[in-house]
């Protein structure tokens, strides 16, 4: 039989009960839901495309940066307010980790983007989003981590990537 003291404790105790989250797909450790990554991978297959389908270059033009508040705030989730209520009451220190990795992912896209406006005469679409999937699936896999509340373990494995070397990089070009 599992108590209360060796349960692992739940993230969001006062607005959010456990059963909601488990039923609205949100980590009851962490109080993040892993849905808020199908932003980003929706670009990253956008960006993987490019090679075999061009015309997904207007897509990825159109993508929009999203931070996680903002993403779910958009949604039409029916588990929306819970979504929210969840992340408010996360622990403020993973919240931040959260964020600052969502926000990387972000300015990497979206100088992803900027360079290839700048490079369209040239062709070189197909290489920039190359470079850009490399930096951000480790990025994505750092954020599930996070989410998922297995950051020891993700760092033990390695796979750093330095987000502002990256945006440096693209902006180099």
Known sequence: MTTA????????????????LIEANINPR???A???LNHFNEAIMLLELLAEMPECLDDFFAWQPKKYDEHFAASKSR???VTLAAYAEADPE???RLDMLADSMNEILMATR???RQDLARGNAPLIANLAVRWVKPL???????INGTE????????????QTAVDALLAR
């Not at 003291?5 to 909601?20: F, Q, Y």
């Not at 994505?140 to 996070?146: D, E, H, L, Q």
């Not at 373990?153 to 750093?160: L, T």
Request: glycine content about 6%; charged content about 35%; hydrophobic content about 35%.
């Open 94 to 96: 993973r919240r931040r």
């Open 79 to 81: 588990h929306r307010d």
């Open 5 to 20: 003291a060796n349960r692992a404790p739940t993230a969001c105790r006062t607005l959010v009960d456990e059963a909601r």
């Open 152 to 163: 020891a373990e993700e760092r033990a494995i390695g796979g750093r990537v330095n987000p």
């Open 140 to 146: 994505i896999a750092r954020t599930r981590a996070v």
């Open 30 to 32: 962490t109080g993040f």
């Open 34 to 36: 892993t849905d808020y």
């Open 114 to 116: 900027e360079v290839m």
